[in-house]
């Protein structure tokens, strides 16, 4: 350019450069890669969410499988009953023997909850083949799961058994026995409320009570020369009374209230074994009748004049206490040490019932006055109600923490009382689903038989007799101890019974111990 000369620019317009095909093939790349990124990310933040949550709901049914399973096992523990026992187990374990405020049951419990937490591994692992699993630990503590390896173990339902013809016909007769007789009761218990109220009820149930007050030894007579009585019962309105021994003899006494004594007028070699429960009925048509339970698992029906009237026989161990049903002496109750309870014809000594229900030996059973009920008690601190018109156990006693040894019904009917090896005599209430109204403590040893009065409609009071030596009348109003008889002399007490102003006693001396009032 020439000095001076100016410089001109052109107002023409420059059109862009187009983009190649290349390069926008790569933006567009570019563009699905951010694209695709993004949702990846998204899709990672949403299953890390979902694996997330999948393993807390994983935790969760982990959790509660092994909650099920551990209830399972501490369900299928065994742990020991008398709290002597227990104390030693936990002061082996290096436990606590007892916490602030611990009862009994709770300490029990305690030790099985510590029982079902230990490893198998402590000791051997038995499967016998029925899928139930043992397991023993180092201190030689059972651990018993039944059926870990048994699809149908956990599944717990009611099953029957189809009985025959000849139990059948007993349930109808037992029906059609006990229904006007509970109707009958019941009317005459709410014409009572009716005219005089609950009141009136009371002062009667109070007057009869405070008459226990007068109670006094009258006599006191060998049962048997060389082993202890293991049972005694009135019958025929107290009249009379059986006893038995583990020499395998009974005998029949003919009581005098009035005068205070008690005849011998017959004697039963009625086993080589122990007897081990005894009772007798008196239909009131000369065909007394007394039954006998033997150790070897058998029993015996006897007619009034000593001979034999059925063998009653199929009990796997040896027999507990046993008891007539109130219909006539109709059918006999015996409890075994097979963990059932049987129920018999008097007449032919044929086996109606084998009855199911506890977990270990059964002690005593008991029969409602109205003929419709029959009560068992075991050492697997259960009781349990059984209808016998269906069949059902309506009603289990739990409450006791050791064996239960003795069961009877109140007079009214809706009343229950037990006894056991854990000293303690509890009243449970039909009315209330078998709830325990009251729990006595009033033995210091375990309590050996417990019965009620049963001349009066009422049942008024009941006794129970203990290895302290000593008898407790209560009062069945407010269930609480009215009399002390006995301070020990005699030694350990096996039976009581009561019948109107007249009550008995057997025990460990041999002898049989006659009050009246």
Known sequence: MRRGATRRTSNRHIAPLAPSPGRAARAVARARERERDARRAMTGAEDVELRGAAEIARK?????????????????THAPTHDADVR?????????????GERESERRDRLRALLASLDARD????????????????YGATIVDEGEYNAHATQKETFYTEGTERLLECRIDIAEWSLPRAAKRVATQREARGKGGRKDERATIDAVVASTSGFQAQCSEIGDASRPICEVKFYNGGRNAVSASWSGEARKWACDVEGGKLTSELVIRASDHRITGIDAFDAGDGRARIVTGHADGSAAIWNADGSRAAELKGHASRCGRVA????????????????????????TGEELLCQEGHAKEVYDVAFHPDGSLAASVGLDAVGRVWDLRI?????????????????DFSPNGYHVVTGGDDRTVKSWDLRKSAECAYTNAAHSALV?????EKTSSNGAFFTSSSYDG???????????PHKKIGDGAAGKLTAVDVAGDALILSGFDRTLKYYTK
């Open 60 to 76: 969760q049914r982990e959790e509660l499988v092994r909650e099920f399973e551990s209830r399972r096992r501490l369900r299928a």
């Open 88 to 100: 030693a187990m936990l002061r082996k374990y290096r436990e606590p023997i007892t916490l602030f």
């Open 123 to 138: 000791g051997g692992e038995l499967d016998d083949g029925a899928g139930t699993r043992t397991a023993t630990d180092k």
């Open 324 to 347: 007539f049903h109130p219909h006539g002496g109709k059918y006999v109750a015996t409890a075994s040490f097979d963990a059932t309870w049987r129920l018999w014809s008097a007449e």
């Open 391 to 407: 069949g059902k156990s309506i009603a289990v006693l739990r409450g006791h923490v050791k064996q239960i040894l003795s069961v």
């Open 448 to 452: 050996s038989c417990v019965r009620y």
């Open 470 to 480: 000593s008898v407790v009348v209560y009062s069945a109003r407010d269930f609480a």
